[in-house]
T-cell receptor, first 113, second 110 residues
């Protein structure tokens, strides 16, 4: 059971470089989410997609863009990476209906130098 | 402004005893509450939830209590086992999104 798969698991970037974090789920979930986790901050929502074809901003969207490529895939793009974006990024998915527990991937650890 | 707060960053409990993790929230519009467990280098995994219309939900060793008037919820783990050592996040659901607390690191002492 793959569940939610995130790639890559680790990445080091230089300031100003761009990168796309990939996420795919095989549970036929409608909703998908991107979070970042920083020490002492918990998980903060960056963007989410309630259904295929829609995306909305979360709590901390600045510096990021997303694409809901199809029902399975939801990518997060950093156009010009900054040291403040050093974090662990988690993708999650859930069924439709409130509320449904979100299922998380194992994260991407991103360092911006 | 932190809408969901876990004021204890860490907690140590003897194996076999009860672990009690606490969470406070400020937004009365939250209608569902969840607890997640997280091991190092893994994503959070769903543990247990409770609707705002209930005051207790039990699942095996795990029980969540909700006090709406105090805007407080707690997770009880009885008996605590070494495998329960992890970071626990509470989360509140509102308008289709989750707001997470900052987490409590639980250590079970053998």
């Amino acid at each position: 059971n793959a569940g939610v798969t995130q790639t890559p698991k680790f990445q080091v970037l230089k300031t100003g470089q761009s990168m796309t974090l990939q996420c795919a789920q095989d549970m036929n979930h409608n909703s998908m989410y991107w979070y970042r986790q920083d020490p002492g901050m918990g998980l903060r929502l960056i963007y989410y997609s309630a259904s295929e074809g829609t995306t909305d901003k979360g709590e901390v969207p600045n510096g990021y863009n997303v694409s809901r490529l199809n029902k399975r895939e939801f990518s997060l793009r950093l156009e010009s990476a900054a040291p403040s974006q050093t974090s662990v990024y988690f993708c999650a998915s859930s069924s439709t209906g409130n509320p449904q527990p979100q299922h998380f991937g194992d994260g991407t650890r991103l360092s911006i130098l | 402004d932190q809408q969901v707060k876990q004021n204890s960053p860490s907690l140590s409990v003897q194996e076999g005893r009860i672990s009690i993790l606490n969470c406070d929230y400020t937004n009365s519009m939250f209608d569902y509450f969840l607890w997640y467990k997280k091991y190092p280098a893994e994503g959070p995994t769903f543990l247990i939830s409770i609707s705002s219309i209930k005051d207790k939900n039990e699942d095996g060793r795990f029980t969540v209590f909700l006090n709406k008037s105090a805007k407080h919820l707690s997770l009880h783990i009885v008996p605590s086992q070494p495998g329960d050592s992890a970071v626990y996040f509470c989360a509140a659901s509102g308008f289709g999104k989750l707001t997470f607390g900052t987490g409590t690191r639980l250590t079970i002492i053998p």
